[in-house]
């Protein structure tokens, strides 16, 4: 059984960094992981991706600021966040499948696995 717990969230000054974690048990059965975004009342947004083999994928709106990398040893996914926007500001997840990222992609409907969020908060 795959297991997700974000932290690292919380409240930064535009301009400022932040970095999520996800850690867990049983990705042993996981080809993709991913983070994604929600705030009230939108789509939960994917916005970057890892394969198994450390290729990334990333959204528009994130490209060159926030960088996603995942450390198997500690079963353990991170998203750097640089450079922080107040439009940033949502509950972000982490999430993952046992499917290829080139089938999953950035549809949320897609992952079979999701952690409880972690809240940003950026002014």
């Known amino acids: 059984h795959v297991q997700l717990v974000e932290s690292g969230g919380g409240s930064v000054q535009a301009g400022g960094s932040l970095r999520l974690s996800c850690g867990g048990s049983?990705?042993?059965?996981?080809?993709?992981m991913a983070w994604f975004r929600q705030t009230p009342g939108k789509e939960r947004e994917g916005i970057a991706t890892i394969a198994s083999d450390g290729r990334t994928s990333y959204t528009d709106s994130v490209k060159g600021r926030f960088t996603i990398s995942k450390d198997n040893s500690k079963n353990t996914l991170y998203l750097q966040m640089n450079s922080l926007k107040p439009e940033d500001s949502a509950m972000y997840y982490c999430?993952?499948?046992?499917?290829?990222?080139?089938?999953?992609?950035?549809?949320?409907?897609?992952?079979?696995?999701w952690g409880q969020g972690t809240q940003v908060t950026v002014s």
């Open positions: 999430a993952a499948d046992p499917r290829r990222c080139f089938v999953t992609l950035f549809y949320s409907t897609r992952y079979k696995y």
């Open positions: 049983g990705w042993y059965s996981v080809l993709c």
